[in-house]
């Protein structure tokens, strides 16, 4: 799981924000776009990793290596809505619309019905709800495809991650040497953000998979 502080992508996602997007904003104003990712934001994906610090770079792939290998950017990237899915916030308040944060889940087959989940921010946008509006986008399109529950693994000395599963409803599970287990009821985790407001962003979300927009614009 990413540490709640850094994100996988400096510059802006390829092809910026289309009709398949959700637009939002976040409480200082800010104009948001959370959008699916797609492998043709490797470039991208490389040098946002290649510009976060090694600490930070090591709390997310447990490693402190300029760049994860091929294998670990292909996996990123290859999103196919089912099995893999992956969804990326973008910044449209500055010209070069740059990638606020991206946030993953991954299952073996589709009749698993856990998934694990990761999630990343970039520096930048600490402390504005990006993670929460990630990991809500996220939430609902795994309802969709039926899965029950996350599991993530996250360094026993990330206490930023820690904290931000733990307060999405997640439950310690297990430990094994330095990575310590958790587990996300998908439902439970909704019912909790539903009922708040902090992000104000998160209403927009909930409304775009209830299906208050358009239809042509899901992705």
Not at 36 to 50: F, K, M, S
């Amino acid at each position: 799981m990413g540490d709640g502080q850094a994100g996988w992508n400096g510059l802006r996602w390829q092809g910026a924000c289309g009709d398949a997007s959700i637009q939002t904003r976040l409480a200082d104003g800010r104009a948001v776009c959370i959008r699916t990712v797609d492998p043709r934001d490797e470039g991208r994906l490389r040098e946002g990793i290649a510009r976060m610090s090694p600490r930070s770079r090591y709390l997310r792939f447990f490693s402190g290596a300029a760049s994860p290998p091929d294998w670990v950017i292909e996996r990123l990237l290859d999103a196919d809505g089912v099995l893999h899915l992956a969804w990326g916030a973008i910044d449209l308040s500055l010209p070069e619309q740059p990638a606020m944060g991206v946030v993953h889940a991954m299952r073996p087959s589709e009749g698993d019905a856990v998934a694990e989940f990761s999630v990343g921010v970039l520096d930048a946008y600490h402390g504005l709800g990006v993670g929460r509006l990630l990991a809500a986008t996220l939430l609902l399109d795994a309802r969709g495809e039926a899965v029950e529950a996350f599991s993530a693994h996250v360094l026993a000395e990330n206490h930023a991650a820690r904290g931000f599963i733990r307060r999405l409803g997640a439950e310690h599970v297990g430990q094994a040497g330095p990575e310590a287990e958790y587990r996300l009821p998908v439902g439970p985790a909704l019912e909790r953000l539903r009922g708040e407001c902090d992000p104000p962003g998160l209403a927009d979300v909930f409304a775009y998979f209830d299906g208050a927009g358009s239809e042509a614009s899901r992705p």
